[in-house]
């Protein structure tokens, strides 16, 4: 691993390397793509509908930043990429399950989901359930393999932490606290814990899964699970800012929902001006943590403004 210093860092990271960080993005988005493409067969069985619905919440969309997280820490290790494309495939399998729930009518109830309809009005809402159970589910069975890793180990690590970060210690119990939180008015500081359940603990996941693929020391893989968490963090706050300012066309989902629903938010809180303060605050630190990595890090470094610089 390279120890050399890493290039300074800025919010004109973005313009500089952006070209570098789209094309590194979407050649490992691919990879994803294509992991999950053949980990979800089509079938002509009983389970046709349901594999349907499972490839239709998962293929064709999104920036698969987990999935690229994913990979791009594991690469700091020398970790096969088809290895790290099973662990990139099997969280993003996960967030599609957080999604399709999420869209149902009793929960955020969307109609849309990156620019479509959301799987329940493609195809119904029971097979939207089934289709989210099977697919949180099929996550943690690409995890088990020894295709993902050959060191029993290595994989109970990765499903360990896996299950605290999208269980009720981690996104589900943050959308718990979300739905009970409608329409009232939450402490900033509830606001943050409540984020960093939801949306926080499967990105530090993400980085942190490179990181235990890797092997890697107890000193970096801290630094990277910090970096996982502080870009959390600031990626619902743009998040947040995108639902305020963006239209429905950028998102590929109903613009306003947020305050549509009573509920709290970094906007609402601190306002635009300073929700995007935190956010950069917040994207520094996660910087900060990089520096062992030098210039290996880059697109890492790439990545944390461009979260909260994006328009979708």
Not at 65 to 92: C, H, K
Not at 131 to 137: M, P, S, Y
Not at 214 to 221: E, I, S, V
């Amino acid at each position: 691993m390279s120890m050399t210093n890493p290039a300074p860092t800025s919010l004109s990271r973005v313009a500089e390397n952006g070209a570098l960080l789209k094309q590194d993005m979407s050649a490992r988005a691919r990879v994803v793509e294509n992991t999950i493409d053949a980990l979800l067969v089509p079938t002509k069985g009983g389970d046709a509908r349901l594999i349907d619905a499972m490839r239709y919440a998962t293929l064709g969309g999104g920036k698969r930043l987990r999935g690229y997280l994913a990979m791009t820490v594991a690469s700091l290790f020398d970790v096969p990429e088809n290895q790290s494309a099973r662990a990139g495939a099997s969280v993003e399998m996960l967030h599609a399950y957080s999604l399709v729930h999420d869209d149902l009518p009793a929960m955020d109830d969307d109609d849309m989901r990156r620019g479509q309809p959301s799987t329940h009005r493609k195809f119904d809402e029971a097979t939207a359930i089934l289709a989210g159970d099977a697919l949180q589910t099929k996550a943690f069975e690409i995890l088990a393999s020894a295709q993902t890793h050959n060191s029993a180990d290595v994989r109970i690590d990765l499903i360990s932490c896996f299950a605290e970060a999208s269980g009720a210690a981690g996104m589900v119990g943050g959308q718990m606290i979300d739905m009970e939180g409608e329409g009232r008015a939450l402490p900033l500081d509830e606001v943050r814990h409540l984020h960093a359940l939801k949306t926080g603990c499967l990105i530090r996941y993400s980085a942190e899964c490179g990181a235990i693929l890797g092997q890697a020391t107890p000193d970096l893989r801290k630094r990277l699970r910090s970096y996982g968490t502080s870009i959390g963090a600031a990626f619902q706050i743009a998040d947040d800012i995108l639902d305020t300012t963006a239209t429905a066309e950028e998102l590929g989902k109903t613009a306003g929902k947020d305050e549509a629903s009573g509920k709290s938010t970094f906007v609402a809180l601190l306002g635009i001006d300073g929700a995007q303060k935190e956010a950069t605050r917040l994207t520094e630190l996660a910087v900060a943590e990089l520096e062992p990595f030098g210039a290996r890090a880059d697109r890492l470094r790439d990545l944390a403004y461009y979260v909260i610089e994006r328009r979708n």
